[in-house]
């Protein structure tokens, strides 16, 4: 993605659509068009799970997983 691309992808994030939420999260993850910052990734990737977006529920299901088998035991 390019510099523009992103610009166009956080304004209509900033406008309310879940899944350009989600897409600029991931974008700040990776940290290839802007600096990469999880905690701005995590932020905007909640705030599309919690609109609905199905990639950012799986996206924040895998980031809270936790891999202790006895953990996974338990749950």
Same mark, same amino acid.
């Given at each position: 993605?390019?510099?523009?691309?992103? /610009?166009?992808?956080?304004?209509?994030?900033?406008?309310?659509?879940?899944?350009?939420?989600?897409? /600029?999260?991931?974008? !700040?993850? +990776?940290?290839?068009?802007?600096?990469?910052?999880?905690?701005?990734? +995590?932020?905007?990737?909640?705030?599309?799970?919690?609109?609905?977006?199905?990639?950012?529920?799986?996206?924040?299901?895998?980031? !809270?997983?936790?891999?202790?088998?006895?953990?996974?035991?338990?749950?």
């Amino acid at each position: 993605m390019e510099k523009k691309e992103f /610009v166009k992808l956080l304004e209509e994030a900033k406008n309310g659509n879940a899944h350009a939420m989600y897409l /600029v999260g991931i974008e !700040y993850e +990776l940290g290839l068009v802007v600096e990469k910052d999880m905690q701005e990734a +995590l932020a905007w990737i909640s705030e599309a799970a919690d609109l609905g977006d199905a990639d950012a529920k799986a996206w924040i299901e895998d980031y !809270y997983f936790d891999d202790d088998a006895n953990v996974q035991a338990y749950s």
